[in-house]
């Protein structure tokens, strides 16, 4: 990559983004931070730009100044996107930059999609040319973005990279009911509140801490990669049932999280993991970092923040 171009980053002000901007201006790259409202950020090599990016003019003034995009938006959950399936929360930005990349070639795109919400229940580990699956109208609309970016790189040559990492968390996540469960599970040991769980905790998931994730993404934002779209899962390669993660984040904290389990929603898969060696292979990537050395850093900002 060009040192002098700029990489756009659309969902900049969100706990992945946020992340992805620091690191790529700490690389020497400056950064178009894109988020829908205002926001701050302290590096002088990103530049926050606020609008809609609902429409294809929104992108082609920043599309200009940039050689690479990395779609890190989204506006739903799993959970939040139960009963509404809606075009206007995540593919309307994604089908605005795809419009407004056909004018822009020799354009990177690098997508964060979803490896938990994309592959439905299973019993082995997924690879990336498994069937698609989505039980949420979240996974649907993130295959669907996938596809979209798929027939641009094909029919525009240019270079699509999607990413699908599983349940991400770390330094600066908020807690969101029904998502962010390390998040949350941490401001319920901190305040003593309730927290809610969908099902018995019995089941299975992989975390990924949030620096294995952005190192993934610089990997695959710089590698030279041919024209076409190219699909790699993010993983720890470590599943652990919700209540096994629960039981870590009380030894962390040394505080009892409240619970209450409930009825599992229609939206949850019960199994998920996912095989993250084309990752390996192709971008010389692992993930690094222990779910309880990732546990203890991000118990630690969190006591930072009170």
Aim: aromatic share 6%.
């Amino acid at each position: 990559m060009k040192r002098d171009a700029c990489v756009l980053v659309l969902g900049a002000g969100g706990f992945i983004g946020r992340h992805l901007c620091r690191a790529l201006a700490q690389q020497g790259l400056p950064v178009l931070a894109a988020t829908r409202q205002p926001s701050a950020f302290a590096h002088p090599m990103i530049e926050n730009i606020s609008a809609g990016f609902t429409d294809p003019t929104d992108f082609i003034p920043l599309l200009l100044r940039s050689n690479s995009v990395i779609h890190a938006a989204s506006a739903s959950t799993p959970g939040s996107s139960m009963a509404t399936p809606q075009i206007d929360g995540n593919l309307r930005t994604t089908l605005a930059l795809v419009e407004a990349l056909q004018s822009c070639p020799g354009r990177r795109v690098l997508y964060l999609s979803s490896a938990g919400t994309l592959y439905g229940e299973r019993a082995t580990a997924a690879v990336e040319t498994d069937p698609l699956r989505p039980r949420s109208y979240h996974g649907a609309g993130k295959a669907a973005a996938e596809q979209f970016l798929h027939a641009w790189a094909t029919q525009y040559e240019g270079t699509a990279i999607v990413l699908r990492p599983t349940n991400v968390y770390g330094p600066g996540q908020s807690p969101r009911t029904g998502f962010a469960i390390v998040a949350t599970a941490m401001a319920c040991a901190a305040t003593q509140q309730l927290l809610e769980i969908w099902g018995d905790g019995t089941q299975l998931r992989d975390y990924l801490y949030v620096e294995d994730l952005i190192d993934l993404c610089l990997k695959a934002i710089c590698t030279t990669a041919p024209s076409g779209c190219h699909v790699y899962n993010a993983a720890s390669g470590k599943i652990v049932t919700v209540n096994h993660l629960l039981s870590l984040v009380e030894a962390t904290s040394g505080r009892h999280i409240p619970r209450k389990y409930g009825a599992t929603r229609p939206s949850d898969i019960r199994h998920i993991a996912v095989d993250a060696g084309a990752a390996r292979i192709a971008l010389d990537w692992h993930a690094t970092t222990s779910l309880a050395r990732g546990l203890a850093a991000t118990w630690n900002w969190h006591q930072a923040q009170e």
